[in-house]
């Protein structure tokens, strides 16, 4: 089990960053997959962006390839979500999770999430 926070959300101008961190408890945390959700009012939660419990390889949802950008530091317990040319439609709460596998893009594949974070992105 390892418990998740996360911090950074806010409101932005559409074009401009924000960075998501996570931060995980336990002595486990580079045994995990890591990844992060969105929920927009109204929507399902959708899968954003996902990383290898090493940091070698990440993988991304086509609507956010090439402005999201995540990354883990595993001496810190902490994975991070880069988001540039951040548009509207990216308005939502973000959510970290945790998965006791190499990779995991769905969000039946995790067992420990956070309490969310909202990103607001104002046109």
């Known amino acids: 089990q390892v418990q998740l926070v996360e911090s950074g959300g806010g409101l932005v101008q559409a074009g401009g960053s924000l960075r998501l961190s996570c931060a995980a408890s336990g002595r486990t945390f580079s045994s995990y997959a890591m990844g992060w959700f969105r929920q927009a009012p109204g929507k399902e939660r959708e899968f954003v962006a996902a990383i290898t419990w090493s940091g070698g390889r990440s993988y991304y949802a086509d609507s956010v390839k090439g402005r999201f950008t995540l990354s883990r530091d595993n001496a810190k317990n902490t994975v991070y979500l880069q988001m540039n040319s951040l548009k509207p439609e990216d308005t939502a709460v973000y959510y970290c999770?945790?998965?006791?596998?190499?990779?995991?893009?769905?969000?039946?594949?995790?067992?420990?999430w956070g309490q969310g974070t909202q990103v607001t992105v104002s046109s």
């Open positions: 999770a945790a998965a006791v596998k190499y990779i995991a893009t769905m969000a039946n594949e995790y067992e420990n």
